[in-house]
């Protein structure tokens, strides 16, 4: 009994030393994405949510096993110049303890599940529903062995490129973006064995999607602060998806800009020619 | 370590050979390289032209075939099988002493001790192939691996031969053939010379894997994925052939271990009394009986599909249908690694704690219902690209699959509970191992949560998360496991400081280099990279640090154990006074096993004062110290 008391109090103690040390690594930034570096989107900060509260979800767990072992090792072991008896307690079994714990594993399985997982997936969902009225900005995405290829339709953009001539997205903030992904190689549109699977993933943006070759599927979401990769080097595309030899080097610069300069930018891009 | 587990034998094994003959891992390579050259040459003779090189692909497929058919007649199989299938006697076993180990074998504790060496040499190899990776994952630019492809090729060997040899087989194929016939009371397994064949598969599988990009580099990782297989080099052939020869070889071991486990319990073990080590491996069998055959129909169609341009998994095709096909059997096959682990927690445990397992009904349930619900959550592999209506049942089962396992956590706390530990190093490795698979499981709950995993997924988080779980789990219980059974192997044991630096060394040096993986991925390292961003070096190259002395730390206890095993001190029979069959027996154990076959009265977990004995009879005069 005098066991039970001293681990409930040091699980207690220390569990509440954890959630305050996880609390404060995920205050460590705003919008709580201390640990969590991927949310300059309003899906990435979907997935921060989900990470914090997965985090104070694990501490207690963390915290109740760990200190089981550690306890065990300390109270239970058979010190030198002690008899090696047997043990006296021999309970094979406890059925206030094992029911506490079956329905407590299910209860916080069934928790987790519901939220965050398809609270979450909800919001997900519902950010893929983008109407004509939020003038969704349109950026066809097009993955090829090994390149990322951005065209603009809805400004006369077929390959965005930087000055340098590699190619580059820009991104209005704020303003819904409807990614419309390919896999495909318009200069060799022949040979459909170099169509792979790759991966867009922008890691600043919390999220990736499969680019699969024979489908077009789309990803929408919305960035949500002014940045780029130089300023951040998250905020790149990377190809996540292994497509061959050339996949470290599958990446692309992100530009995330002011409705204003993302005019002005476009308009140029036009004007180049390309 | 073959000379020792010698000694017993003489009684059984035939006299010295009559005439001498060709030592047969010689005569197997000789016949292995006529086999080749034979089916190779067949190919272009049946579509002969004058430009048509002497080996293409479809010779090199065609030769494997012939040199594995070669290869098994070579090293036993056509006195062994071929002979007595066409009337003539078995000769039997003409290699005595070590050279036992170097044939084909139908005693299952030699046939265990060639999967544990295979295993173990594979450990090193595609070890050294992990440390080749960490060096050059020290720069962000290339070094080491100059080209890109070369890194992944890299990738997949470590991969390929870490799941194929070490991870399925080690506590499988090893262990289970070794010690399950003796925990059940059994003087052999029922197929012991398809077993024996079986082990054979492992060194052909293993070299096949090694030396595919001899053939031409592929770059798809251990998953061998199309449409990527498809504009690969031919090495990708020898990959797919390697698995098929690996996959084959574990699921001779299932076919074998489940049929004895289900026919050759000994008189009294009833379901009830079966150990918890047994009930691991025949929930694994059951597991690769189901979804080995899955896998090999996949890898066959693949390469298939690649030798003659089906199209089946590319653009024109299905293209994700390979991941399908994939992953169906690939996260069954993380609980075939992962389930004798958990088992082996509990086997241990109360011998160490000299207390009763608690509540040995849900340790075993837990296994069963794992078993049952890993074919329900594979494709949480592919959160990235499958329907959004998908996502909702997956992770769901995902979860949950969580509650079946922590059952094994439940028996291990309940039973540590008020118990008198002995912490000696096996039962030290075992409570690492419990922490190392928390960590590996609390992160399955970040990777299973859908819009999480839209950002861990391909990151380094996800490596770090199956590390932990297969390392973690898996490789800390193996090490446990081989201490715990070194005085049944050997009659020998090991040094209690050595074995203890061993094992903090390794513990300390694992946890410094794979919790540092969660970091990098959080910080947008991606998997299959050889040259990243600049800013992630200086994280990689303190990953590194800790990864050297990781290997480091398992070179030590490599030797300790091998030294322990061949040169140890003498122990005496039995010395953790545990209750299982495997020690009511000499060690190490006669040619079959028991002179007299045990009769089991009672469950083996019961310890404290006035349980009941669970063995009567069987105890060979003279052994019990």
């Not at chain 1, 079956?102 to 398809?118: E, G, K, Y």
């Not at chain 2, 991925?521 to 990864?547: C, D």
Request: include cysteine; proline fraction near 6%.
């Amino acid at each position: 009994m005098a066991n039970m008391v001293l681990f409930g109090v040091l699980w207690i103690v220390i569990s509440l030393l954890g959630e305050w040390g996880v609390t404060a690594w995920i205050n460590s930034a705003p919008n709580g994405t201390g640990p969590y570096f991927g949310s300059f989107s309003n899906l990435g900060i979907i997935g921060a949510g989900a990470f914090d509260f997965l985090l104070w979800v694990a501490v207690p767990i963390f915290v109740f096993v760990v200190l089981m072992l550690v306890f065990a090792m300390i109270r239970f072991r058979v010190k030198k110049g002690e008899t090696p008896d047997e043990a006296k307690n021999q309970s094979r079994v406890n059925k206030t303890f094992i029911g506490i714990w079956v329905v407590a594993s299910i209860l916080v399985n069934i928790l987790i599940w519901l939220h965050p997982n398809a609270s979450g997936l909800e919001q997900v969902f519902a950010a893929q529903k983008v109407t004509a009225k939020q003038h969704p900005l349109i950026v066809d995405v097009t993955a090829r062995q090994w390149e990322w290829i951005f065209s603009y339709p809805q400004y006369g953009i077929s390959q965005a490129v930087n000055s340098q001539g590699d190619d580059v997205l820009y991104l209005p903030v704020n303003r819904p973006v409807k990614f419309v992904l390919q896999s495909f190689d318009p200069f060799h549109t022949y040979d459909y064995q170099v169509d792979v699977i790759h991966s867009f993933w922008i890691p600043g943006f919390g999220v990736k999607q499969d680019v699969v070759p024979g489908e077009t599927r789309t990803l929408v979401l919305t960035p949500t602060q002014i940045t780029s990769t130089e300023k951040n080097p998250m905020v790149r595309v990377q190809c996540a998806e292994d497509c061959g030899p050339g996949h470290p080097y599958m990446e692309a610069n992100v530009h995330v800009v002011s409705a204003s300069a993302f005019a002005q930018w476009a308009k140029a891009q036009a004007a180049g020619g390309s | 370590m073959a000379q020792r587990a010698s000694v017993e034998v003489k009684t059984s094994t035939p006299v010295a050979p009559d005439r001498r003959m060709m030592p047969p891992v010689l005569r197997a390579l000789l016949f292995a390289a006529i086999g080749f050259v034979v089916l190779d040459a067949l190919t272009v003779l049946l579509d002969y032209s004058p430009q048509s090189p002497y080996l293409s692909q479809t010779g090199a497929v065609a030769g494997w075939f012939g040199a594995l058919v070669g290869w098994l007649l070579g090293i036993g199989g056509y006195e062994h099988i071929i002979k007595p299938m066409l009337g003539f006697d078995d000769p039997g076993y003409k290699q005595v002493g070590w050279r036992r180990f170097f044939q084909l074998a139908d005693d299952h504790k030699v046939i265990g001790v060639q999967y544990l060496v295979f295993s173990t040499g594979t450990f090193l190899i595609a070890g050294l192939v992990a440390m080749a990776m960490r060096f050059q994952l020290m720069s962000w630019q290339p070094t080491i691996f100059q080209y890109p492809q070369s890194y992944l090729n890299a990738v997949g060997i470590h991969g390929t031969l870490m799941m194929f040899t070490v991870a399925t087989v080690a506590m499988f194929g090893g262990l289970g053939n070794y010690m399950v016939p003796l925990m059940i009371g059994a003087k052999e397994t029922v197929f012991s010379k398809a077993s024996g064949i079986g082990v054979w598969l492992v060194p052909v599988g293993v070299l096949t894997v090694a030396f595919s990009p001899l053939l031409g580099a592929w770059t798809t990782g251990w998953r061998g994925y199309e449409p990527l297989a498809a504009s690969d080099g031919v090495g990708m052939l020898y990959y797919y052939l390697g698995v098929f020869a690996l996959t084959l070889s574990s699921l001779i071991v299932a076919l074998n271990l489940v049929t004895t486990i289900l026919f050759k319990r000994t008189k009294g073990l009833t379901w009830n009394r079966l150990p918890l080590f047994v009930w691991g491996i025949l929930t694994v069998s059951l597991l690769t009986v189901i979804w080995f055959p899955e896998i090999q129909t996949t890898f066959l169609l693949a390469l298939t599909d690649k030798m003659a341009m089906l199209n089946m998994f590319n653009g024109l095709g299905h293209a994700l249908g390979f991941s399908e096909f994939f992953w169906l059997f690939g996260h069954p096959e993380v609980y075939i690694v992962v389930v004798p682990a958990l088992a082996m927690w509990n086997e241990i445990i109360p011998v160490f704690t000299r207390k009763s397992l608690f509540a040995r009904p849900m340790a075993v349930l837990g296994l069963v219902f794992v078993m049952m619900l890993s074919g329900m959550v594979w494709a949480h592999h592919m959160f990235t690209n499958m329907r959004y209506s998908e996502m909702l049942p997956f992770s769901f089962f995902t979860e949950m699959i969580s509650i079946p396992t922590g059952f094994a956590y439940l028996a291990a706390i309940g039973t540590i509970w008020n118990s008198r530990m002995r912490l000696t190093t096996p039962m030290l490795l075992v409570l690492m191992s419990m922490f190392n698979f928390l960590i590996g499981g609390l992160t399955g709950l970040f990777v299973a949560d859908v819009p999480a995993n839209l950002q861990l997924h391909n990151t380094f988080f996800v490596v770090g998360h199956f590390h932990f779980t297969i390392i973690g789990g898996m490789v800390f219980s193996w090490m446990a496991a081989m201490y715990y059974w070194l005085p049944k192997f050997s009659g020998r044991t090991y040094n209690e400081f050595w074995g203890k630096f061993g094992a903090i060394w390794v513990f300390v040096a694992f946890n410094a280099t794979f919790l540092n993986f969660f970091i990098l991925g959080l910080h947008g390292m991606n998997r299959w990279v050889s040259a990243y961003p600049k800013y992630l070096q200086p994280e990689n190259f303190w990953t590194s640090i800790a990864a050297f002395f990781l290997g480091a730390g398992f070179g030590i206890n490599l030797i300790h154990i091998v030294w322990a095993w061949v040169k140890g001190p003498k122990v005496q029979e039995n010395p953790w006074q545990a209750k299982t069959l495997e020690w009511q027996t000499s060690s190490p154990p006669p040619r079959y096993n028991f002179e007299e076959l045990p009769v089991v009265v009672a469950g083996f977990y019961n310890y404290g004062e006035g349980a009941p004995e669970p063995v009567i009879v069987a105890k060979q005069a003279g052994t019990q110290a």
